[in-house]
């Protein structure tokens, strides 16, 4: 049984706890609609940085604001686009960093300030267009960082000339070997470029693959005989007699032959090796002078008298003369026979011996007026008509060794 003063101490702590529990529960309604209030007014922003994208969530509605919120800090010479944001809405906020770039382009470095967020977009902004083959040393997705060197290698066409086939290629730099690695061309140990293989090459450059072979070649040839000249005595000078006549031998000949894309540029001897010996011919040649008549001088010419003269030829047949083969003094003369050394000429006596170019020919014969004049001589030529015409006119050097018989 709870007495009067019990019952009034519950009723009061009941009164009290239940005054905490009301406090509470309205404090955590307040807390409820705030926070409930302050998610209905936050939304989404994207931060475009120099091609980077972050997504911001706030309820800011000021576009600094929302980048002081981002930690995103803009420099003096930063480019902001905000016609894609709407306050409150959210949207996109595009940032333009302005960044330092250096361009190498034909040997040439070139700097510009640039806003791009890519190094394809920097390329546009300044004014480069970048063909299909040409070489850089950056990717055109890669991020432009400040101060980069971006090098361009202009794509260029040379020509390459090989194995029968000519074709164009687009280079952007190398040497004549980077070429021909492009092309799957290779070199055999004596085969060469033109020009060489480490040659950087150049717009519009032609290259030619030589392809070289060498062959070994055996040929037969001929040993030409040589002839001996022995001085004789017995023969009046001028004359020869020949004692044997000459064999040529025969050799075999190794030789190196070079061919460069199938045609002979060079051959060098490797070995000879003699088959056959020539035989010399051997000849004897007249030291003995014309016996001397006594006569030292006749019609105004003497003996060793030097005169400039002039030669022609004739032989033993009809168009040469009677075709008879006798001459004006009395000796017999053919075709085919020895050479008798022979001469016609009208201006001195018959018999007379004259050196004709240091051989000694006799006068035995007459002929037109033409031999009349000082110095003028037809020699006998037993080897025939056709002869005559190949040794054919000439000047020579007379000397008078004999007047007369």
């Known amino acids: 049984m709870y007495n009067q003063s019990q019952v009034e101490g519950i009723r009061k702590i009941c009164r009290v706890a239940l005054t905490t529990v009301i406090a509470v529960i309205l404090t955590v309604a307040v807390f409820a609609t705030t926070a409930f209030a302050s998610l209905l007014s936050e939304y989404n922003v994207t ?28 420099n003096d010479d930063d480019k902001l686009d905000i016609s894609g944001f709407e306050a409150g809405n959210g949207g996109t906020i595009v940032i333009s960093r302005q960044s330092t770039i250096n361009v190498e382009y034909g040997g040439v470095i070139q ?24 070489k850089l040393n950056f990717a055109l997705t890669d991020s432009v960082a400040d101060g980069m060197v971006i090098s361009i ?15 164009e290629f687009k280079m952007n730099e190398g040497t004549v070997a980077d070429l021909l690695a492009l092309a799957q061309v290779t070199l055999d140990a004596d085969d060469y470029t033109e020009p060489a293989i480490e040659t950087a090459l150049v717009p519009g450059m032609t290259v030619n693959v030589n392809r070289v072979e060498i062959k070994e070649e055996t040929k037969s040839e001929k040993i030409p005989y040589e002839t001996v000249v022995t001085s004789s005595s017995k023969l009046e000078k001028g004359k020869t007699e020949v004692i044997s006549d000459g064999v040529n031998g025969k050799q075999e000949v190794k030789y190196s032959v070079k061919y460069v894309n199938g ?4 051959t060098k001897e490797v070995s000879r090796t003699v088959v056959n010996a020539a035989v010399s011919k051997q000849v ?51 075709n085919g026979m020895k050479d008798p050394h022979y001469i016609a000429c009208n201006w001195l006596p018959m018999g007379s011996v004259v050196s004709v170019n240091g051989v000694n020919y006799t006068v035995v014969d007459r002929g037109g007026s033409g031999l009349s004049s000082k110095g003028r001589i037809d020699i006998f030529t037993p080897e025939g008509h056709q002869a005559c015409f190949k040794y054919g006119t000439g000047s020579c050097d007379l000397e008078i060794v004999r007047l007369g018989w």
């Open 111 to 134: 700097t510009y300030s640039v806003w791009a967020p890519t190094v394809a977009s920097a390329l546009t902004e300044v004014g480069i267009a970048v063909r299909p083959d040409d």
């Open 153 to 167: 290698k202009a794509a260029f066409n040379v020509i390459l000339n090989a194995d029968g086939a000519s074709a």
């Open 263 to 266: 045609k002979k540029v060079e």
């Open 284 to 334: 004897l040649v007249g030291t003995k002078q014309p016996k001397s008549n006594g006569v030292k001088s006749k019609n105004g010419y003497r003996v060793g008298q030097k005169i400039k003269g002039r030669y022609t030829h004739y032989c033993a047949c009809g168009k040469c003369g009677s075709g008879r083969g006798v001459t004006a003094s009395g000796k017999k003369v053919k």
């Open 47 to 74: 931060v475009v940085d120099n091609g980077v994208s972050t997504v911001v969530t706030t309820n800011e509605t000021a576009p600094i604001e929302i980048l002081n919120q981002a930690n995103i800090t803009l």
